[in-house]
Every structure is written in C-alpha cells, then in structure tokens.
C-alpha cells in the first residue's frame, strides 16, 4: 500500500493527497515544518498523522498568550531548590527540552497565539539545535529532534504574526477549505448519515458561510458535522418524523451548529437569524450551489 494512502486509511483522513505527500517529504528532510490554514481544515490531523507514520513519537503544546517561557523550556521547583540548590535534580523539564533530549518532535498548536518572547525561545533550538538553560547550561538537541507547528490566519482573534526570523526556520505548508465533495465524505464518515440529500444540503449551507456577501468568517466542515448529527436527532425525536428531515428540524439545527463558527460582516446590527434565512432561501428553498452562485467569477467551482 502506497504510504500517502495508508496514512489515509488508518487516521481517516479524506483526500489531501497532495498535503500529506509535502509533510512527508518536509519531516523526512529533517527540516522543521508549519502548517496555515482555517480553523478546521485537518492541520493538526495531517501533522499529527504524518508524525505517526513515520515512528515520531510527538510533545504537544497548546500555545495561548498567557503561555510562558518557563513552561516551554522547564523551570526549578522552589522547595527542592532551597534544599539542594539549583541542580538537575530541582529542574523540571519543558516540552522543548524534552523534545531536545529525547530526540522528539515538538508539536506546537496554534503557534501564533503564543506571546512572541515565547516564540523567541525556539529560535536557537531551530537553528543551532542548542539552547541555553539558566543554571543547567547548555541542552543540546539529539537527532530526530524537529518542531512541527500549526497557525491560524493572521486575522484570526487572538492571534498575531510570527517574527520573520523565526518564519525563515520553518517550511510552509498552506490548507485551505477541501473540495464541496470531500467535505460531504468527511461528513458521512464523522456522523454515519446514509441521507445523502441531507449531507449535501449541510455542506452547502456550511459552504455558503465562506462565501455569502454577509459573513466575514465562515464555518468549517465541523459545522457541517454537527448541523447533520443534530438534525437527524431532532428529526428523529418527533412524533411526526418520517421520510427525510424537515426544514424545520435543518434551520434549528443549523442555527445552533453554525452561530459559534461564523462572524458576520456588521457587527453592531449583526442578525445571524436573518443570514441564515437567506442562506435556506438558497440552498434549501433554491436547490442552488453556493460555490457556482457565490463563487467570484474568475473562480473556478469547488466541486
């Protein structure tokens, strides 16, 4: 079996052929890789996934901006220092010289979200494999030591912009929204739903978020998901359910898969209620596809 396709089979990845075989190609070089993209498009799947078929046992850090220096790096616990000093024996080691030692990977989600005096620190360690502890010295990194990260686009809240040096020590890797017919796989997969009337229907709507005039941020394929896993629920605990799901049970299980995942463009007159109606106005009422109907002109369809 071809390497991109197991990978596929034994972490249910859907497509991102191309994605799989560049991670592959990036970690198997030894060089450090980055991965860009929207909330929800498999970043962490792909990278995670690519590190498993290759034997790479991972570190994982989940950045945020309160995280500190000393919980990437390590930190000495007060009472042991006050009984025998600052000594290994007192340090608690981070993810970083963790994954320095012991030959890992460090995988950091959401690197961008990290203070940037945090991201400083991983400097020296991407490109000189060294980096300097307070009272233990000099750690040094063993082979098999590589960082994989992951960000959020840049106007995403609550993050911000990598340094240029420290982009320069990465390689990049771009994932964008999978095709119309991916996602609806995807969907089928993650709920079990055999309607595929009803699967479809939710990618579009979810799909219409990236593209309708009146939102800013649309939703992944998780809206999707749980826009059809909710659907057949409330569908399926009426006492009139029979035959495919209605459009009411679809509207009130959209609005409450999609109000977290989109940002509309007025933020002060913001009605999600009423974008929503027009989103079913035309996918639901319509029959129409957003990505022929919304798409700019020279894009081409996703199909």
Same mark, same amino acid.
């Given at each position: 079996?071809? =390497?991109?396709?197991?990978?596929? @089979? !034994?972490?249910?990845?859907?497509? @991102? !052929?191309?994605?799989?075989?560049?991670?592959?190609?990036?970690?198997?070089?030894?060089?450090?890789?980055?991965?860009? /993209?929207?909330?929800?498009?498999?970043? +962490?799947?792909?990278?995670?996934?690519?590190?498993?078929?290759?034997?790479?046992?991972?570190?994982?850090?989940? /950045?945020?901006?309160?995280?500190?220096? *000393?919980?990437? +790096?390590?930190?000495?616990?007060?009472?042991?220092?006050?009984?025998?000093?600052? &000594?290994?024996?007192?340090?608690?080691?981070?993810?970083?010289?963790?994954?320095? @030692?012991?030959?890992?990977?460090?995988?950091?989600?959401?690197?961008?979200?990290?203070?940037?005096?945090?991201?400083?620190?991983?400097?020296?360690?991407?490109?000189?494999?060294?980096?300097?502890?307070?009272? %233990?010295? #000099?750690?040094?990194?063993?082979? /098999?030591?590589?960082?994989?990260?992951?960000?959020? =686009?840049? !106007?995403?809240?609550?993050?911000?912009?990598?340094?240029?040096?420290?982009?320069?020590?990465?390689?990049?890797?771009?994932?964008?929204?999978?095709?119309?017919?991916?996602? *609806?796989?995807?969907?089928?997969?993650? +709920?079990?739903?055999?309607?595929?009337?009803?699967? &479809?229907?939710?990618?579009?709507?979810?799909?219409?978020?990236?593209?309708?005039?009146?939102?800013?941020?649309?939703? *992944?394929?998780?809206?999707?998901?749980?826009?059809?896993? %909710?659907?057949?629920?409330?569908?399926?605990?009426? @006492?009139? #359910?029979?035959?495919?799901?209605?459009?009411?049970?679809? &509207?009130?299980?959209?609005?409450?898969?999609?109000?977290?995942?989109?940002?509309? &463009?007025?933020? %002060?007159?913001?009605?999600? /209620?009423?974008?929503?109606?027009?989103?079913?106005?035309?996918?639901?009422?319509?029959?129409?596809?957003?990505?022929?109907?919304?798409?700019? =002109?020279?894009?081409?369809?996703?199909?």
């Amino acid at each position: 079996m071809a =390497p991109i396709e197991k990978i596929q @089979r !034994e972490h249910g990845i859907v497509g @991102r !052929e191309a994605e799989l075989a560049m991670a592959l190609a990036v970690l198997g070089a030894g060089r450090h890789l980055l991965l860009e /993209g929207p909330v929800g498009v498999g970043k +962490t799947t792909v990278a995670l996934a690519v590190c498993s078929h290759l034997g790479r046992d991972t570190v994982r850090v989940d /950045g945020d901006d309160r995280y500190s220096e *000393s919980k990437l +790096t390590g930190w000495f616990d007060p009472p042991l220092v006050l009984q025998q000093g600052y &000594r290994e024996e007192s340090f608690f080691p981070g993810p970083l010289v963790e994954a320095m @030692r012991e030959g890992r990977v460090l995988f950091i989600n959401e690197l961008n979200r990290m203070p940037e005096s945090v991201q400083n620190v991983l400097l020296p360690a991407l490109d000189e494999r060294l980096l300097q502890v307070p009272h %233990i010295g #000099a750690v040094r990194a063993v082979d /098999g030591f590589q960082v994989v990260a992951t960000q959020n =686009p840049v !106007e995403y809240v609550g993050t911000g912009h990598l340094s240029e040096a420290l982009r320069d020590r990465f390689e990049h890797l771009a994932l964008a929204y999978q095709p119309a017919a991916e996602e *609806s796989a995807i969907v089928a997969a993650e +709920t079990g739903c055999d309607d595929a009337a009803l699967v &479809r229907t939710a990618v579009r709507l979810t799909r219409a978020t990236r593209l309708h005039p009146r939102f800013r941020k649309g939703a *992944s394929v998780r809206g999707a998901i749980a826009t059809v896993a %909710i659907a057949e629920r409330l569908w399926g605990a009426s @006492r009139d #359910a029979c035959g495919p799901v209605s459009r009411e049970a679809l &509207r009130r299980a959209a609005e409450a898969a999609l109000t977290t995942r989109v940002d509309l &463009r007025d933020d %002060i007159d913001a009605d999600f /209620g009423a974008a929503l109606d027009e989103l079913f106005a035309l996918v639901v009422d319509r029959g129409e596809d957003p990505d022929v109907v919304l798409s700019p =002109p020279e894009a081409s369809p996703k199909a």
